[in-house]
């Protein structure tokens, strides 16, 4: 297996090294794939298949490809979870990757608040690396330590960001975990729930992912995942502090800045009923958790502020507070805190009746019932007149979120003995600057409209009744604070509202497409169904016509049998070929032969008889005819006769009233003539009026600009700066394409000039190499044509040498030199062709190294050059009889020849001349 191991890894490296990654990402998936069905192995052989990990998560971050590091993380899971092997190994591959990530996208580079396409893209794919590990860790109880990790990197990632849209995606999975976990809660021998180190990691997780989406404003869901939290925090036996604190902590600070101070009231005299086992920690985490709801439970219930030390350490100054605040080594008990609760200066007293009545009526949230419960929960404390008149004014408060109420409602809301005292409450609320609110006697209502303050002016003013003194300046603190937060919150709304539209249009859309795509292929599969449908009942009909008209045949056959003689004759042959050959197919067209004959005769006398009938007809319809004519004739005689014609009497009257009509017409032009007539009056009135016209229009487009706020100026510029970058960055892109086009073309071009230059040099070398190896022959009718180049006579003076005219002698200077100067050798297939030595005075040997003699050249039997030949002691060397048969070929003298020593000789020239 190790041996395996170590030749995937091999492999699949030089894949990489190649840039062949797709290949690498198979080889190394199919790995890890057999290596997963093997579980009876030992880890000794894990380190490599960890290494193989590295490198596979290593190429799916350079192909950016989510979908195959899925498939990677999932088969490693698989595979740690059947070996056994410690979870650190998966963390340790996963820490890999997102070293791997940030450098690949450069993450450390990205400037926080960066709005370009290009970082965009990189925080976008770094969040997809998050989503894939944590969908990775996800419902798997064996990693859980690793999911809390990374859910706590994402939420850093989340809130430094500030990408609202991948903190919904994972408030999603949180919630889905949740759910399951609810599923499985009593089923405690499957679930890990019930283990401390698994409820504290839920917890941790919860409290960071509020702690991001109260960075960004979504404190809804900040109050969801709280409630997550209090629902994991039931199966906790001992809580620990740091962890309770902290959700305290969190618990007041979203249900702070939503509002709802009395539901915080009661929720944290919940989480101090599921705190009962307080009494078992120490002494000195004791003291500190008890500070901590007290202080928490105080504040939630009246005053809104988040909890932070500086408030902490005023509290503990308070000499009321340090009366409440127990001693180190006195333990918290329930009774304490309720105790120190009802002490405060205003409060919710802890009966049991009003929290009931309250938390029947939290379900609303708002309105009548929440405003009973508000006075019920006051009438049932012993409180003075100025609490009930603080919660009468936070009655009001919260009346006014209904938007209209009956006087009834608003009476018995608000506590009053009758619709007067009501009013009173109301008109006094408004002058104080807690509501805007108008009351209608005609309709019996009180309608309210958008709170101008928040909530805390209502607990401004219970202080100012109840405790004017030290807290002042928080509270006023606290309100600069709340008017500043209330711009920037109306701002995130809006714009969450915006985000969660557009979501919901592309979610639309989506799903339009799908239904689209759907019903087209639905509608393409019921089209082929019903054309095979079609096709097997056009069958089947047509297989039915057949037997039919088989059927009417045999029918028509025995009729022609019954009343044609000839069809008899053909049935009683028919009947014959049956008996005989057994095959009525051959006599099947004879009869149908006869048949036709047959009709063909019958239709001839139908057709004889329906001619006669015809004529019989149109004798009759001629005669009648003939009698409407004579008649016409009489009745226009007699109008001839009275004088005057019925068609005149009616040309008149038509004449008559179209002359009326015409003149009525003129009547009605006359009589309107007047009114149409211009007047100057008239003109200016019509001026007058456009002009206001105009100028309201311009007057409400003046005011409509002068209300536009800053923001929305400041947002359009930015829209048209944003745009005009865009213009200039696909300008600068096209610009580049151009000239890396132009470049491309110019090395094109380049390379085919050097391409034809090669291949013109090459030709030359070509054509220099046929001259080398042609033969001397050749290269003299070649010369004395004047075709061959200068480089190459050059090269070849030697072997041009007597050819060459008196000027080219001068020109490439050859000088004469004597007989003995040349020495035989092989060129282009010439046994004797000769080329000069270096000196005059050395001695030859012949080619052959047979004989020693001088050899000179010939050109053929017919070439009668002088040349300077040597003399060989008075004798002459003799060149053979035949000079056609040696074709110009040097034969040496004989032996004999040589006795007298070897001299070139002027004379022996001089008789050649001769």
Same mark, same amino acid.
């Given at each position: ?103 690949? /996208? ?63 995606? $994972? ?42 989406? %109260? ?6 869901? %900040? ?5 997550? #939290? ?13 962890? /309770? ?21 009661? #929720? ?12 078992? $920690? ?36 308070? #000499? ?16 304490? /805190? ?17 929290? +009931? ?47 209209? !109420? ?19 409450? !109301? ?39 109840? #405790? ?71 069958? =089947? ?69 329906? !001619? ?44 008559? +009233?179209?002359? +009326? =009509? ?8 006359? %009589?309107?003539?007047? $009114? ?114 200068? &480089?190459?006579?050059? &090269?070849? $003076? ?68 002088? !040349? ?34 070897? =001299? ?11």
């Amino acid at each position: 297996m190790q041996l395996h191991a170590q030749s995937t890894l091999r492999r699949a490296e030089d894949y990489i090294s190649n840039e062949e990654y797709l290949s690498a990402i198979n080889v190394m998936a199919d790995a890890l794939a057999i290596t997963r069905r093997n579980r009876n192995q030992t880890p000794s052989w894990f380190a490599e298949f960890q290494d193989i990990a590295k490198l596979y998560v290593q190429a799916c971050v350079t192909l950016r490809s989510t979908e195959h590091l899925r498939n990677c993380l999932s088969l490693y899971k698989n595979l740690v979870t059947a070996t056994g092997v410690p979870p650190s190994h998966f963390s340790d591959v996963l820490s890999h990757l997102m070293e791997v990530t940030r450098s690949e /996208l450069k993450y450390d580079e990205i400037t926080h608040g960066s709005t370009s396409e290009e970082d965009e893209q990189k925080l976008s794919h770094m969040w997809l690396t998050y989503r894939t590990v944590l969908d990775a860790l996800k419902y798997n109880a064996k990693f859980e330590d690793i999911f809390c990790d990374f859910v706590l990197r994402a939420c850093k990632f989340i809130t430094t960001h500030k990408r609202p849209s991948d903190m919904m995606s $994972l408030f999603s999975m949180l919630g889905g975990l949740v759910a399951s976990m609810r599923k499985y809660a009593q089923q405690k021998a499957e679930s890990t729930l019930h283990l401390p180190s698994t409820q504290i990691i839920h917890i941790r997780t919860r409290i960071a992912f509020a702690e991001a989406a %109260a960075t960004l404003g979504y404190w809804q869901h %900040a109050r969801r995942t709280l409630e997550d #939290a209090r629902w994991i925090l039931q199966f906790v036996y001992r809580p620990q502090q740091e962890i /309770l604190s902290d959700l305290l902590f969190m618990y007041g600070r979203v249900l702070y800045h939503l509002g709802d101070f009395l539901l915080a009231g009661a #929720a944290m005299l919940h989480l101090v009923d599921i705190a009962r086992g307080l009494p078992n $920690l120490g002494d000195e985490r004791a003291t500190q958790v008890s500070d901590y709801l007290l202080v928490a439970a105080a504040v939630a219930i009246e005053r809104p502020v988040p909890l932070s030390a500086t408030f902490i350490d005023a509290a503990r100054r308070n #000499a009321q507070w340090r009366a409440l605040v127990p001693a180190r080594a006195e333990p918290v008990t329930p009774a304490m /805190l309720r105790a120190a609760v009802t002490a405060l200066p205003v409060h919710l007293h802890a009966t049991e009746q009003p929290l +009931a009545m309250y938390t029947a009526a939290s379900g609303t949230r708002t309105g009548p019932a929440r405003s009973a419960a508000m006075l019920a929960i006051a009438q049932h404390s012993e409180c003075p007149e100025t609490l009930k008149a603080a919660i009468q004014s936070q009655a009001v408060v919260a009346l006014a979120a209904v938007g209209s !109420v009956s006087l009834e409602q608003a009476t018995a809301c608000l506590g009053a003995s009758n619709d007067i005292e009501a009013e009173r409450m !109301v008109v006094q609320a408004v002058s104080e600057g807690l509501v805007s609110a108008k009351i209608d006697h005609r309709a019996e209502r009180v309608v309210f409209t958008r709170s101008p303050v928040s909530v805390v002016a209502a607990a401004d003013r219970a202080h100012r009744l109840t #405790a004017p003194g030290p807290a002042a300046s928080l509270l006023a603190e606290l309100k600069d604070a709340n008017q500043r937060n209330i711009h920037r919150l109306e701002l995130i709304e809006e714009t969450k509202m915006e985000r969660e539209r557009l979501a919901k249009e592309e979610e639309n859309r989506i799903i339009a497409e799908e239904e689209k795509r759907r019903e087209e292929a639905e509608k393409r599969e019921k089209e082929r169904l019903q054309a095979e449908r079609d096709r097997r009942e056009a069958e =089947k009909e047509r297989e039915m016509r057949l037997k039919m008209e088989l059927n009417k045949a045999e029918i028509r056959l025995e009729e022609i049998g019954r009343t044609n003689l000839p069809a008899k004759r053909h049935l009683l042959k028919m009947d014959l070929a049956k008996d005989a050959e057994g095959a009525p197919e051959k006599v099947i067209p004879i009869l149908e032969a006869a048949f036709l004959a047959y009709q063909k005769k019958q239709n001839l006398k139908l057709k004889q008889k329906n !001619v006669t009938e015809h004529r019989k007809l149109w004798y009759t319809i001629r005669s009648d005819r003939v009698v409407e004519t004579k008649r016409r004739l009489a009745i226009r005689e007699k109008e001839q006769t009275e004088g005057k014609s019925i068609y005149d009497a009616r040309i008149e009257e038509i004449v008559a +009233a179209e002359k +009326a =009509k015409w003149e009525a017409r003129l009547q009605r032009k006359d %009589a309107v003539r007047p $009114l149409l007539a211009p007047s100057a009056e008239f003109f200016a009135k019509v001026m007058a009026d456009r002009k206001g016209r105009v100028q309201d229009t311009l007057d409400e487009q003046r005011q409509r600009l002068e209300e536009l706020k800053p923001a929305e100026i400041e947002r359009q510029i930015e829209k048209l700066r944003n745009k005009r970058r865009e213009e200039l960055k696909q300008q600068l892109i096209q610009e580049e394409e151009d000239r890396k086009a132009a470049e491309q073309a110019l090395i094109e071009e380049e390379a085919a000039k050097k391409k034809a230059d090669e291949e013109r040099r090459k030709e030359e070398l070509k054509r220099l190499e046929s001259y080398r190896t042609m033969p001397k022959y050749k290269l003299k009718k070649t010369y004395q044509a004047g075709e061959l180049p200068e &480089q190459f006579i050059k &090269q070849r $003076l030697d072997d041009l040498k007597t050819v060459l005219t008196l000027e080219d002698r001068m020109k490439y200077g050859v000088t004469d030199a004597p007989a003995s100067s040349y020495q035989p050798h092989s060129s282009g297939g010439m046994a004797n062709a000769y080329r000069p030595s270096a000196g005059p005075d050395h001695a030859v040997a012949p080619a052959t190294g047979t004989a020693w003699g001088v050899n000179r050249p010939s050109f053929g039997a017919g070439d009668r050059r002088p !040349v300077d030949r040597p003399s060989f002691g008075g004798g002459r060397p003799s060149y053979g009889g035949d000079r056609s048969a040696g074709a110009g070929m040097y034969k040496p003298p004989s032996r004999g020849g040589l006795s007298g020593g070897y =001299k070139p000789s002027a004379a022996s020239g001089e008789e050649k001349k001769e």
